[in-house]
């Protein structure tokens, strides 16, 4: 076996759990993540993939364990750093969360104007970001006006525009038709060969058996062994 150094680690989990009141969502996790590697999360309904993202990102904080992003110890980082911390990540929402009052281009710039960059570079960068996910004629367009699809593109350029080091999609194909499916798929794939660490929560059989990457099963909050998919 080839010894990994610390810094190959992104995402460092030490016997995490995670409960609410009267419900454990998340037990005993404990996993590494590589950089530049592309995962898929996957089981039923209930079984903590959603939890799982967010404790990375402190959505949620852990009940019990450590967890590492980057070599940062998430329990010490201060209310006043998480921002920063925020910036690891792009996260694409199963619902997508864009603002519906702004426009597609509107919705991608406030990630970059939130982390004080330049009007020009804002500019520049949006446009590139939204040509790469073939979005490029609808900068002006309201969110409600666009397809399922368009939308998620949409939530894609957002999510990397600020070069994440980690892209974080919670059922990102869950309600889309197959062709739409696989353009978002192929779109995250690029952004992976790109240098992104990318984490997928999904129910999707077809993506997992098209996708060759490791597959993380949870089941009522445990991993299940790699050989069997629960959903
Ligand atoms: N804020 C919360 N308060 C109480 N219980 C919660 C909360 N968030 C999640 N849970 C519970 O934790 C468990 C795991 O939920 P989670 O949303 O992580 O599952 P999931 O695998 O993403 O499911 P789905 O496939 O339906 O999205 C569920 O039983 C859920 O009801
Ligand atoms: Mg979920």
Redesign the pocket.
């Given at each position: 076996m080839i010894e990994k150094n610390n810094s190959d680690y992104l995402i460092r989990m030490f016997h995490v759990s995670k409960s609410?009141?009267a419900?454990s969502?998340l037990s005993d996790i404990s996993l590494d993540i590589v950089k530049n590697e592309f995962v898929i999360i996957t089981?039923?309904?209930?079984?903590?993939?959603?939890?799982?993202l967010k404790l990375l990102y402190l959505g949620?904080t852990a009940s019990q364990g450590q967890i590492l992003i980057d070599g940062k110890n998430l329990s010490r980082i201060t209310r006043k750093n998480i921002p920063f911390l925020r910036r690891t990540f792009g996260i694409i929402f199963?619902d997508y969360k864009l603002i519906h009052t702004k426009t597609v281009f509107e919705n991608i710039a406030l990630v970059l104007e939130a982390a004080g960059n330049k009007r020009s570079y804002v500019q520049k960068k949006v446009k590139s970001v939204l040509r790469i996910v073939g979005m490029e004629g609808r900068n002006n367009s309201y969110p409600p006006s666009l397809s399922g699809g368009e939308q998620q593109r949409v939530a894609i350029a957002r999510a990397v525009v600020g070069n994440p080091k980690i892209i974080l999609a919670?059922?990102p194909t869950g309600s889309l038709d197959p062709q739409s499916a696989e353009i978002i798929v192929n779109l995250l794939k690029k952004f992976h060969k790109r240098g992104a660490t990318v984490i997928i929560?999904t129910?999707d059989r077809e993506l997992i058996r098209t996708t060759k990457s490791r597959v993380i099963n949870?089941k009522e909050?445990y991993v299940q062994s790699p050989k069997v998919i629960t959903i």
């Open positions: 609410f009141v419900k969502a089981g039923p309904s209930g079984a903590g993939k959603t939890t799982f949620e199963q919670d059922e929560a129910h949870l909050g």
